[in-house]
């Protein structure tokens, strides 16, 4: 068995091994992997922190021990904060995204794959317990994202990656895809319950759960669709103002917390 840590900004994850399959996913800088099969250009992977199994170029691998692997699984790490911010090594700068994972960050370094770079700016409090109020205040970061299928970085996401890294950043993990996450949390009986924070799913004409977004105060929403954006909720779903018509059918909102 071979393990790899993602060592750029972002890598495209495929649903095949393919420069044309779709994208499904991101690897972020420091997130970590099981290779599962090797092809000629195209290796198998499986993503430790969602275990979500998809395909990336060999040219992007990046080989650690298994020892590492497991300290790195085991350890609570710490993310970027901003937008964009710059590793520095001895050789080179290395641009990396918010939601990033800082591997043994101290002392304004982190060390991976036998590599230490500084790193000078901000980041996530890896001690912190989960907090609504700095989801709301994590989720703000995206607005304006670009919506991007498979995409999980400020400069193209889509509906659970947004969801996902907002969540990653303070201390909790999620499944990759809307349907796998609207099996965690608690599930309310009525919409005047919910938090702001709180994660409303959205369903198609088949009932199958297809949206994702994250709920504030007085009505509102904030989701990725056309980009990271604000829109009224009710009991309806999803409301565009813009256009005078809903948008997504509500189905159900759960607290995680």
């Known amino acids: 068995m071979e393990y790899g840590v993602c060592l750029l900004s972002h890598v ?29 250009k195209w290796i198998k992977i499986k993503i430790q922190h969602d275990q979500y199994e998809c395909w990336i170029c060999i040219k992007q691998l990046a080989i650690i021990s298994e020892d590492e692997f497991n300290e790195i699984d085991l350890r609570q790490q710490s993310y970027c904060t901003e937008l964009v911010q710059v590793l520095q090594s001895t050789v080179q700068m290395h641009p990396i995204v918010l939601g990033s994972t800082l591997v043994n960050y101290q002392n304004e370094e982190c060390t991976v794959a036998s590599k230490t770079y500084a790193y000078q700016g901000g980041t996530s409090d890896s001690t912190a317990k989960p907090d609504k109020e700095k989801i709301i205040e994590d989720a703000f970061m995206y607005l304006g994202a670009p919506y991007l299928w498979g995409g999980r970085s400020p400069f193209g996401i889509d509906c659970s990656g947004f969801t996902q890294i907002v969540y990653r950043l303070n201390n909790i993990n999620l499944p990759r895809d809307a349907s796998q996450q609207v099996e965690m949390g608690v599930d309310y009986s009525f919409v005047e319950e919910a938090e702001a924070g709180d994660l409303a799913f959205f369903d198609n004409e088949e009932g199958n759960i297809t949206h994702v977004g994250i709920l504030l105060n007085d009505g509102e929403i904030i989701h990725a669709s056309g980009e990271v954006r604000i829109d009224k909720l009710d009991h309806h779903g999803i409301f565009n103002e813009e256009t005078g018509k809903y948008t997504h059918k509500l189905r159900i909102i759960k607290n995680l917390l």
């Open 12 to 40: 495209p994850c495929r649903a095949e091994g393919s420069d044309s399959s779709e994208m499904v996913t991101q690897l972020l800088f420091g997130e970590t992997y099981t290779v599962l099969e090797k092809a000629e």
